[in-house]
């Protein structure tokens, strides 16, 4: 019996991991979140973002949507 593990061929990780760090650098926690559920099997978040910073981001947008 042999094992099936899931495999995405290196050409494809490698550009996924490129768009994961760029998300990273902006901070974006929501499609961080996203990216994770796609490239990690069974990864389940297990609760809302509590990324104050990103809460803060999203605050300030909401902000401007309203004064324009």
């Known amino acids: 019996m042999k094992a099936h593990e ?3 061929p290196w050409a ?3 550009d996924r991991l490129k768009s994961l760090e ?3 650098g902006v901070n ?3 499609v ?3 990216m994770m559920a796609k490239l990690v099997s069974g990864y389940t978040p297990s609760a809302e973002i ?3 910073v990103f809460m803060e981001q999203e ?3 909401d902000r401007l949507e309203l004064g324009n």
Do not use: K, N
């Open 6 to 8: 899931d495999f995405i």
């Open 28 to 30: 974006d926690v929501s």
């Open 59 to 61: 605050a300030e947008a």
């Open 22 to 24: 760029i998300a990273l």
């Open 50 to 52: 509590v990324d104050w």
């Open 12 to 14: 494809e990780l490698e």
């Open 32 to 34: 961080i979140r996203l």
